[in-house]
């Protein structure tokens, strides 16, 4: 069978988007299509009424930044870790603090004991799962990415830490287009539109009122504490 069925879907810059459904409902499928990575066998992905093509899919799939559930993290400093694959005589010192600034992660890097030069250690190990996604953000900031797409990104956060890091989002979203894929209650409750997602079709996209009000599956969703 298909993978995905007869979908149409609009995702706008100034919303925070998110991608809901149960394991194998097609979100991460739905993802590598919006990505450029899986072609559809029929219809079309529009990049601003564009059709996505070969001659525009590279300059497409470099203006997003994708951070998956675990950002990898260089044993390196914060400089290099922000400015990520950019010799380090041409990284732009200004343009990494103004990314971190973005991201919400200058705090705690000034805090570090050589700041911008601070080394993260071995796959980051200084940091925590919060202060690691920052630095991911950060990271696609730096790039100057038009579209951002997070896997899970709070599945690894407390509570506390969820609710900032969706803030967070909110915040960048009037900047950069931003698509959530998620099944934490915390975090769906945090976006402006939800997609549900059941066996490879949109069940339903709408705002989290209308669909909690309205919506018998994406209630009982929100009822489980977590879904996986």
Do not use: W
């Not at 705690?108 to 601070?118: I, K, M, P, R």
């Not at 990104?153 to 960048?172: K, Q, R």
């Not at 998620?182 to 669909?211: F, N, W």
């Amino acid at each position: 069978g298909k993978a995905l069925d007869d979908i149409n879907l609009m995702f706008k810059s100034g919303e925070l988007n998110t991608i809901a459904g149960h394991s194998g409902s097609g979100k991460s499928t739905l993802v590598d299509v919006v990505l450029g990575l899986l072609k559809p066998e029929e219809g079309r992905v529009l990049i601003n009424g564009e059709v996505l093509t070969e001659n525009i899919l590279a300059s497409y799939q470099k203006s997003i930044g994708y951070l998956p559930q675990q950002v990898f993290v260089l044993d390196d400093s914060v400089i290099a870790n922000v400015a990520f694959g950019i010799p380090k005589e041409q990284i732009n010192r200004e343009k990494v603090v103004e990314a971190l600034t973005k991201a919400n992660a200058i705090g705690f890097v000034n805090a570090l004991h050589s700041g911008l030069d601070s080394n993260l250690g071995q796959d980051g190990k200084l940091l925590s799962g919060g202060q690691r996604q920052r630095i991911g953000i950060a990271r696609c900031l730096y790039r100057d990415t038009k579209m951002l797409i997070l896997d899970e990104p709070t599945s690894a956060l407390d509570i506390e830490s969820e609710f900032e890091f969706m803030t967070l989002l909110g915040e960048l979203k009037s900047e950069i287009l931003t698509i959530v894929i998620s099944h934490r209650p915390a975090a769906i409750k945090c976006s402006d539109i939800i997609t549900l997602m059941e066996q490879g079709s949109v069940s339903v996209s709408d705002t989290y009122a209308v669909l909690i009000e309205s919506n018998t599956s994406f209630k009982s969703m929100m009822a489980k504490s977590s879904v996986n």
